[in-house]
C-alpha cells in the first residue's frame, strides 16, 4: 500500500510517502514541504499548495491520501487556514478518485508512538526508527506528514474491516425490513 500523507498548513504543508503493509518494515518513498509565502494573498496560496499536492501525487502515484484531521484551536485565523490547505489537499485526491482518510493528531501519535499525548520529537524521532532513517525529518510539519501515512497502514486494515461489517450488518437490516 502507497499512502500520501499531508500534514495541512498554509505555510508549510508537509508531505511525506510511505510504502508497506501493516506487520512488515515500512519505507519512506519521499517526504517534503509545500511552502507558501505568509504575505501572498490567501487564494495564490490556496493554488500554490494545490500545485505542489498535485506534483507530489503525479510523482508518487498513491492508492490512498491521509491527511490530519482539523481540529478546534484557540487561534481562529490558524485553523481556518490548516482546514482550507486541508480542504485543498481532499480536493485533489478526490479529482483523481484516489481514497481520503482523516486521522486526529492525537490518533497519529497514538499509532506511532503509543501515546495519544506525545510531543513533536517523540512522533520525529519513532518515524525515524520507523521508516530506518538517518535523522529526524525536518521541518517537524515533514515527520508528521509520514507519521500520518503511517498511521493509514497501520490502522486501514483494521478500518476496513470495520466498514465491511457496518455494511454487511446494514444490508441485513434493510433486507429484513424488506420481507
Excluded at 500545485?51 to 490512498?64: K, N
Amino acid at each position: 500500500m502507497r499512502v500520501l500523507g499531508v500534514d495541512p498548513g498554509l505555510t508549510r504543508c508537509g508531505v511525506g510517502v510511505v510504502e508497506g503493509v501493516a506487520g512488515r518494515p515500512l519505507t519512506m518513498i519521499g517526504v517534503g514541504v509545500v511552502r507558501t509565502p505568509a504575505d501572498a494573498e490567501l487564494s495564490r496560496r490556496l493554488l500554490a499548495v494545490e500545485q505542489g499536492i498535485e506534483a507530489w501525487l503525479d510523482e508518487h502515484r498513491p492508492e490512498f491520501v491521509a491527511v490530519e484531521r482539523v481540529f478546534s484551536q484557540h487561534n481562529v485565523r490558524t485553523v481556518m487556514g490548516t482546514a482550507q490547505a486541508s480542504a485543498v489537499a481532499m480536493l485533489c485526491a478526490a479529482r483523481r478518485g484516489i481514497p481520503v482518510a482523516l486521522h486526529t493528531p492525537s490518533e497519529v501519535k497514538a499509532a506511532v508512538t503509543g501515546s495519544g499525548r506525545a510531543d513533536k520529537a517523540q512522533v520525529g524521532a519513532m518515524v525515524t526508527r520507523l521508516l530506518r532513517l538517518a535523522a529526524p525529518p525536518k521541518p517537524a510539519d515533514a515527520a508528521d506528514a509520514l507519521a500520518l501515512a503511517i498511521c493509514h497502514i497501520w490502522r486501514a486494515p483494521a478500518q476496513n474491516r470495520l466498514q465491511q461489517a457496518v455494511a454487511l450488518h446494514t444490508a441485513h437490516a434493510t433486507k429484513g425490513r424488506t420481507a
